[in-house]
């Protein structure tokens, strides 16, 4: 087989088992399109925030959900992305292909210097060491006053060549290409030799040494690769935002980020975006719900968004993902289902 | 830089230190001993804070706040195990993670709904407003070093319930078998709930006595949760020995190097910088002598399983 139709083969194949994730991506092509003639631009901002908040999503997702490594601090990596731009700008490097490139080789670097000290450990150990680094850069940047500090530093869109992002719909579909590229990457990597071995040591590490590899290796390469999709996912943040400043690695989008992907579906390539589209929608429907119902109320909508996520733990298994495979189930094989509960 | 500043310092070192202990002990018990990760525990400072600051403000007894909020915050946490926790104790560490987050956004709002956004302040009554003079002539806030006692009896009080007690036998059998432990005839379910409530209460004791310190306000918790999390990794979970060691030492490291950094940072560059980096910097800390110490004992100082 030559080595073109093997990788259409894969590609066809990794389309139709991920066929929810590039629907998802077909939609955001479309939705512009619909924000044009419903005339809802502020959406389109909606769009693109949920499109980056997955892409972060989908990085971590290869190393909590793949991977079986619980990253408390990947926002960290969105920080160091977003403050490439920053920092460069500030230096007089305004183009932003290099600013992609800066990222990438940064985060990648601190992706391997945290991942090689945080890999020693497991378990709750892991997660809060993972979270000590970010704490630290958190802290690193607030002390940085030259960057702005604590209240951040704003961003001139960085030159992308032809590509003028303060065209907004530019600026959208340079996110959406990235999306894609970043779904179409992790789906290679997933079932590459590599993603199967990382896999494989999430549900027997054991197993793996045995076998006569190293788990550790495969595990700092996966978590390299998610750092750089963070910080790639970060270096157009601070190009939508025009704006960075430390709450951008606050741990509570750690968090969030987990969130997201565990209300998504872990391990899945679908999972984070879904997780991402609903929390997102949720985070801008919930005051305008409330608004409607008890206008006095509609800045607390944290009170009904809290109790949700209990809820989608205490009642969802797998996520949304999950969800909507197991109703799938049920509509072709309905005996099942019930034999099952 | 004298001598009674160094000193005043490292009583507030110490006062900073106890008072964390009380929340990583609360976090020994239940993440450590019970394997539940759980990220609200900031919440239970918080209601216990404004539980204290509340009542006495009805009330205007300063004593009789506290008094009566430790029930407050015991109960809290009962109630909150029998109602939410106990269903998540079998579920993996991520869904508590998950759980456990929507609880904190939950309280944090329901607190801003109830009491406002702003903060509460609450007056400290006459007999404890004054000085002390714990050397001849450095006086020193007659409440911080209040603080650093009820701190410290707590201490033992917990050392003494869990390693001399009936009790304390339960909790350390119950954490290393619970299975057996059961079947031995001990009501684990009760037990843990127990478990919870003392830990959500010591939290809360912590927020009553940081009421008067700091602003009571919503989200008031979660630094705490945070130091308090780097508190039993670098004791070694599951170890009140260990966290009670830890929580010393890092509101000794934290703020003696609030103080003293940028002091020190001055040496090197220039004050303005010094004193924008420092104490960030000194913040950093922290989190850096977490991650030494896993690097070199990947389980803690004190680790309490094998």
Same mark, same amino acid.
């Given at each position: 087989m030559?080595g073109?139709?093997h990788f259409?083969?894969l590609?066809?194949d990794g389309?139709?088992a991920?066929?929810?994730? *590039? ?35 989908m990085g971590l997702n290869l190393v909590l959900g793949y991977g079986g490594m619980v990253s408390?601090?990947h926002?960290?990596f ?18 932003? *292909? ?9 985060c990648g670097l601190m992706g391997l210097v945290i991942g090689y000290l945080a890999l020693r450990t497991s378990g709750i150990y892991f997660i809060?060491i993972t ?44 996110? *959406? ?8 990457g992790l789906m290679f990597i997933v079932h590459s030799r590599f993603g199967v071995t990382l896999r494989a040591i999430k549900s027997n590490e054991s197993r793996i040494e045995a076998m006569g590899l190293e788990p550790l290796q495969f595990k700092i390469t996966g978590y390299v690769i998610s750092a750089v999709i963070c ?30 992907i565990?209300?998504?579906?872990l391990g899945t390539l ?30 607390? *909508? ?40 | ?26 976090? &020994? ?39 009566? =909020?430790?029930?407050?915050?015991? =109960? ?9 926790? $106990? ?5 993996d560490h991520m ?70 007690? $009936? ?90 190097? $609030? ?12 004050? =303005? &910088?010094?004193?924008? =980096? ?16 896993l690097i070199?004992?990947p389980t ?7």
């Open positions: 030559s073109l139709s259409l083969t590609a066809s389309m139709k991920n066929r929810l994730f *590039w629907l998802l991506i077909a939609g955001f092509a479309l939705f512009p399109i619909f924000t044009h003639f419903a005339d809802l631009p502020f959406w389109n901002d909606v769009a693109m925030r949920i499109m980056l908040l997955g892409m972060a999503a408390f601090g926002a960290a969105i920080g160091i992305g977003a403050y490439c731009v920053g920092i460069g700008e500030f230096y007089g490097l305004t183009n932003g *292909w290099a600013h992609i490139l800066l990222g990438i080789v940064v809060m979270l000590a680094f970010a704490q630290m850069l958190f802290f690193l940047f607030v002390s940085l006053e030259q960057f702005g500090g604590d209240d951040g530093m704003s961003i001139d869109r960085a030159e992308f060549g032809l590509i003028d992002l303060y065209d907004p719909l530019r600026l959208y579909f340079l996110i *959406w290409v990235a999306l894609a590229l970043v779904g179409l910080g790639l996912a970060g270096v157009l943040f601070a190009n939508w935002q025009e704006y960075v400043s430390p709450d951008i690695m606050h741990w509570t989008r750690s968090g969030e980020l987990m969130i997201i565990i209300l998504g579906g679908a999972g984070p975006l879904l997780g991402a589209i609903v929390f997102l929608l949720l985070e801008e429907s919930l005051p305008i719900m409330l608004d409607t119902v008890a206008p006095a109320y509609a800045e607390n *909508w944290m009170i009904l968004f809290g109790p949700l996520l209990i809820m989608v733990v205490m009642f969802g298994r797998g996520g949304l993902v999950g969800l909507l495979a197991a109703q799938r189930q049920s509509k072709n094989n309905p005996k099942r289902e019930k034999v099952g509960q | 830089m004298t001598f009674t500043l160094i000193l005043e310092q490292t009583f507030n070192g110490l006062q900073a230190g106890v008072t964390l202990f009380l929340v990583a002990a609360g976090l &020994t018990l239940i993440l450590g001993i019970m394997d539940f990760v759980f990220l609200a525990h900031g919440s239970q400072v918080m209601i216990g804070a404004y539980a204290a600051a509340a009542i006495t403000q009805a009330t205007g007894n300063f004593y009789l706040g506290i008094l009566l =909020a430790v029930p407050v915050t015991f =109960a809290s946490g009962y109630l909150l195990e029998y109602l939410i926790i $106990r269903h998540l104790y079998q579920r869904e508590q993670v998950l759980a456990t987050f929507g609880l904190i956004l939950f309280f944090n709002e329901a607190i801003r709904v109830s009491f406002g956004p702003a903060a509460l302040f609450s007056d400290l009554p006459p007999s404890l407003s004054g000085f002390v003079e714990i050397l001849p002539a450095t006086p020193y806030p007659a409440y911080r070093l209040g603080v650093i006692i009820v701190g410290l009896l707590c201490a033992v009080g917990i050392h003494l319930l869990v390693s001399r007690t $009936r009790i304390g036998a339960m909790v350390r059998a119950g954490a290393n078998n619970p299975e057996m432990t059961a079947a031995l005839g001990i009501n684990i379910k009760i037990l843990f709930r127990f478990i919870f409530a003392t830990g959500a209460c010591l939290a809360g004791v912590a927020g009553m006595m940081l009421g008067p310190l700091t602003a009571v306000q919503p989200g008031m918790g979660e630094p705490l949760l945070i130091l308090s999390l780097v508190v039993i990794i670098i004791g070694g979970i599951g170890s009140v020995r260990g966290a009670f060691v830890a929580a010393i030492i890092v509101g000794l490291v934290d703020t003696l190097g $609030r103080v003293f950094l940028p002091a020190i940072l001055r040496l090197f560059v220039e004050q =303005a &910088t010094a004193d924008g =980096a420092g104490p960030a910097l000194a913040s950093m800390l922290v989190y850096i002598l977490m991650a030494v110490v070199f004992r803690g100082l004190f680790p309490a399983k094998g």
